[in-house]
């Protein structure tokens, strides 16, 4: 089943039915035991859909695949099955340059992503030559026009990597995804090494990108408050699938997957008893090497029963919104959730000129 139904659009990218295995490979004991050949699990069955110039988040804790995901549909990584599809079309493993730069990634650590030997204006310039994005004698303009969009001035041009900070080296990544004019921007977690300080800014960034440039963007973040007011919809991953999908808006006002009011009860807040410490939940994910069976989240939900532990829930529609609904959830104990409070925030961040 697809992971979300949707309005009146068609998907600009999907994913369909993606899982991703990693071969572990077998030790000298293992090869002595006789022990068979283990597996990682990174992904299993995800279907998801990114629509013309929305955001869509992804969260979830480490480990629970959204990286991996990111990856399958930038094409750094193939898929051990599913497929992923740009525009009605299905793209190769092996993708077209024409393919390959409608879809580019940001990613967490700018510093480590760009060329510490290269001026940003070698960067930049590269790119717009090799993939014949301008003629030759508009170059430096394009250079300084990406700049211009993402807050940055010329003199960034004739400077390195290391000269800058954190916020400016990812908004300099920024550029380097947009020089090849994307029509999908997949950032993975570009908040996470920046100063809280930092953070909002390059949040706004994305926005406004969103709004000038009419991009899709899929938003990777482990912290559900720094996406509630950037996306349009969300989408909840827990080791390897995603869990629970919708608008923000509905997601945030009704979460309706015990890992997903866990996540927003998690969430710091400034007034006394605005956590619900009935979903706190205990221990780290289970092994991607062994996904328990059942529902994946039962050893650490307070509400598992036995159905649970045996059965293991599909996304399906949250009651009583009825077929037609875009908010889904998989658990088999929706009704039994009691309302979160005050489950909403704002993301208590400073606005930075960094």
């Known amino acids: 089943m697809s992971s979300q139904t949707t309005p009146a659009q068609e998907p600009l990218l999907r994913g369909v039915d993606v899982t991703k295995r990693y071969r572990a490979g077998r030790s000298l004991g293992d090869r002595l035991g006789r022990r068979p050949e283990r597996a990682l699990t990174a992904l299993d069955g995800v279907s998801v859909d990114v629509y013309p110039s929305e955001v869509l988040a992804v969260v979830g804790e480490s480990g629970s695949g959204k990286s991996t995901l990111a990856k399958v549909l930038v094409g750094s990584e193939i898929a051990t099955s599913g497929s992923v599809v740009f525009e009605g079309k299905a793209l190769s493993p092996k993708r077209h340059s024409v ?5 580019q990634m940001v990613f967490q650590d700018p510093y480590s992503s760009l060329n510490p030997r290269l001026t940003i204006g070698s960067v930049l310039t590269e790119l717009l030559r090799y993939h014949q994005i301008v003629p030759r004698n508009e170059v430096k303009a394009e250079a300084s026009r990406l700049l211009a969009l993402v807050g940055l001035d010329d003199d960034a041009l004739t400077a390195y990597p290391s000269q800058f900070s954190g916020g400016q080296r990812q908004r300099l990544a920024i550029a380097r995804a947009l ?9 993975d977690e570009p908040v996470s090494a920046l100063d809280v ?10 926005s406004d990108l969103r709004d000038k440039l009419g991009l899709s963007v899929l938003f990777i973040a482990h912290n559900l408050a720094v996406v509630q007011h950037l996306s349009q919809r969300v989408a909840v991953m827990y080791l390897g699938r995603i869990v629970e999908i919708g608008t923000a808006p509905e997601l945030f006002a009704n979460p309706s997957h015990p890992y997903t009011r866990a996540l927003i009860a998690s969430i710091p807040r400034m007034r006394e008893g605005s956590v619900n410490s ?20 039962h050893p650490r ?16 529609p949250v009651a009583p919104e009825g077929a037609g609904s875009t908010h889904l959830s998989a658990c088999l104990r929706v009704d039994a959730l009691p309302a979160v409070q005050n489950a909403t925030r704002t993301i208590p961040v400073e606005r930075s000129s960094r």
């Open 278 to 297: 009935a979903f706190e939940v205990e221990g780290e994910p289970p092994s991607p090497y062994a996904i328990p069976v059942g529902c994946r989240f």
């Open 99 to 103: 393919d390959a730069r409608r879809i």
């Open 301 to 316: 939900c307070p509400l598992a029963t036995d159905e649970c532990r045996v059965t293991d829930p599909q996304l399906a």
């Open 197 to 206: 300080s930092v953070q909002a800014t390059i949040l706004d960034l994305v």
């Open 179 to 187: 020089a090849v004019r994307p029509d999908v921007l997949i950032a």
